[in-house]
Each structure stands twice: as structure tokens, then as C-alpha cells.
């Protein structure tokens, strides 16, 4: 009986050496698959953090762009209308009054008054981004409303 019971000790403080050994194998696997994980997301974040800022680039690009030429068509309509209102003081006997009346203010001033120009929603108005992930210095933190319209330049 004394000898079983050696067998079983034995077998017992096998059975223990064996699990707290596939204890720390498996910890020690887990923790290096969950380093690399860890490293690979890492990775995929700051990817995804320059995209971003290619994006919002490329989008302040297209709007700086977009209120340029906004610009220009309204500078060239005052000298379409100025040249009309020139060719018909000059040339018509009678010209239309609409015509020989100067433009005020801006082109949108000689439009019909009972339509109402659409308005360019600020930047980034919906969007939700975390201030603390801003990349550049160039955007005031996103949220405060302290973004100014390309076209209007009303914040």
C-alpha cells in the first residue's frame, strides 16, 4: 500500500509540474501573439491616422479651391454687368433702367431679392472627432465652431 501511495504523490506532483509548465508555455504565447497583435494595430492606426490628414487635406484643398473660384465668377459677372450697362448707355437710345443702374455690393446683390442664396454649412459642422487626435495644428480643434466657411468666412 505504501508503494501506491508513492505512485500517487508521485503522479500528483507530476500532474502539477506538468500544468503549471503548460501554464507559463501558454502565457508566454498568448503574451507574444497580444504583442504583435498589439504592434500590428498600432500600425494599422497611425496608417489610418495619416489618411486622414491626406483626406482633410485634399478637402480643404477642394473647398480653398471652390470659394477661389466662386470668386472669380462673381468678379466676372460685375464685368459682364458693367460691360452690358456701358453697351447699352452707349449704344441704345433707350436703355433698359435695370442696366444703366450701378451694381451694389456683390453680384448676389443684383439677383432676384426673393431668392435666397444657399448657405455653405461651416466645416466640419456634423463631424465628431476627437480633439485630443488632431495631427495638425493648422484646424482649430473640431467642435467649437471656431472653423471658418472657405466661401462665406463667417465661423
Sequence with gaps: MEGSAITWVV???????GAGIGALVNR???????????????AQLQDMQREQVLYRQK????????????QEMASNY??????????AQVLCENPPQQLTQPLEGNAHDATNDD???P???PRYQTMDFDTETEMD???????????????????
Design 11 to 17: 503522479g500528483l506532483i507530476a500532474l502539477a509540474a
Design 28 to 42: 508566454n504565447l498568448y503574451l507574444k501573439n497580444y504583442r504583435k497583435r498589439s504592434a500590428e494595430m498600432e
Design 59 to 70: 478637402v480643404d484643398q477642394h473647398f480653398s479651391q471652390s470659394a477661389q473660384l466662386l
Design 78 to 87: 460685375q464685368k459682364i454687368y458693367q460691360h452690358l450697362s456701358n453697351g
Design 115 to 117: 431668392v435666397e442664396s
Design 119 to 121: 448657405r455653405l454649412a
Design 137 to 155: 495644428n493648422n484646424h482649430p480643434p473640431l467642435g467649437t465652431g471656431a472653423a471658418k466657411n472657405p466661401v462665406t468666412g463667417v465661423a
